[in-house]
């Protein structure tokens, strides 16, 4: 065969690589599921014209979040009503009992579940599954509450510092822990919950609770209270505080920090789908925006968590914690749709 033969065939052998090669690194690369999904939803979203949010969040942040997601998707009016949680459960459910489209979108922390649990919540599988921390088949998980061990670092040395959640309830620490009430459904509630189920041993889970209420503190029903507390010096720990809350402080230079080595609990704050939502393609908009890059940049702009797998943020499990920190999730089934009524069974004949 002459040289030039030789290089010719050369040249196809090279180019059919190529093009086997670069059809193959194609097929590898996945395709951006919010892409296609969002530009699906939003030629429907803009048809309804409108999405209706009930949440608990403050109103300064609904306001910057709608306000982020309307220069994102013209053409969608936004409308919000904020509440307490039984607030937002009690409204929803009753309007689902009346038969009302009033609201599309839940956007809170343990209300859906409660919804969910009385047939309220249209279920909804994100598209964005996999970038998810946790994720929850039904309904969206758009944002975490993470709980965090804090203390004031002129109040209590290193040396002195618990290890651990359960090391709280050393009597060491008597009189010195701000702590939340363990009734009210709040971050200790949650707490509790995810810590039983961690460690699956009701003796153990019994006297960490009998310890908590050794310390002889009064609780408080607020974590921003508790925060500031701790701040002024009047106790040495916050028992829990919120992680945005801690590093927030820390940035200011207050003289607070946290616990490394007590792993952070974290719970799912969801956007549910109302079950007869008159708006339900801008409500799928609404959660699957909250959960791309740019709602999850929106959400942490205003010191709220990230559900997103390895987004950079402060308030991160990844850069508050030292790396291979497990966060500890709360799976009890109970908890989250009948929190009132775990507690009344668990807590409540230990507490009182």
Known sequence: MSQRALMALAIVILMSLLSFGGGALGASAPADPFAKASRELYAKAKQEGEVVIYSVWDVEHIVKILGAFSKRYPGIKTNYWQGRNPEIITRVLTEFQAGKGSVDAILSDNAPPVIRAAGA?????TVQKASLLLHDPTMPVVSLQIQALA???KKIKPADLPKSWEDVANPRYKGNVALDDP???GPLSTQLAALKGLWNDDARWTRFVKGLKALGVPVHKSTSAMMRLV?????ALAMPALLHDVVNEMGK????????TASPIVFPRYAGIYAKAAHPNAAKLLAEWLISTEGQATLDSLGREASRKGFESKTSIGHAYPAGTQPVPVNDKLFLEDPKKWLDANVKPIWG
């Open 121 to 125: 919540i249209m279920p909804y599988e």
């Open 151 to 153: 203390y004031n670092t």
């Open 183 to 185: 009734m009210r459904a």
């Open 231 to 235: 701040i002024a010096g009047e106790y």
């Open 253 to 260: 230079g207050t003289p607070v920090n946290l616990v490394k």
